[in-house]
């Protein structure tokens, strides 16, 4: 079983940065590929990125290619979502979750784990 704990979330301006983290507990969590998704209100969670377990391969959502970068270190349990040029748009909650492959990296469906969320507000 894996525990995941979120933060970086907090206000910011259009076109500002954040950092996501997302700390894993356990000896297994190198082994479970990783994603993140959001969820703004009265919308449904939509996927944003996800990571293999070794980092080799990453996917990302069309709305945030070229802005966000998924990673994760392994030695630390820890994954990241570095978000650039962000937009009002891009604010939601935001959730980070494990899965054993060969599940959809793109579907919430296939994630076993999730951790409680952290807010991400964009003011424009």
């Known amino acids: 079983q894996v525990q995941l704990v979120e933060s970086g979330g907090g206000l910011v301006q259009a076109g500002g940065s954040l950092r996501l983290s997302c700390a894993g507990s356990?000896?297994?969590?190198?082994?479970?590929?990783m994603g993140w998704f959001r969820q703004a209100p009265g919308k449904e969670r939509d996927f944003v990125a996800a990571?293999?377990?070794?980092?080799?391969?990453?996917y990302y959502a069309d709305s945030v290619k070229g802005r966000f970068t998924i990673s994760r270190d392994n030695a630390k349990n820890t994954m990241y979502l570095q978000m650039n040029s962000l937009k009002p748009e891009d604010t939601a909650i935001y959730y980070c979750?494990?899965?054993?492959?060969?599940?959809?990296?793109?579907?919430?469906?296939?994630?076993?784990?999730w951790g409680q969320g952290t807010q991400v507000t964009v003011s424009s």
């Open positions: 979750a494990a899965r054993k492959p060969p599940s959809d990296p793109r579907s919430a469906s296939g994630y076993d784990y």
């Open positions: 990571i293999t377990w070794s980092g080799g391969t990453t």
């Open positions: 356990g000896r297994t969590f190198p082994t479970y590929a």
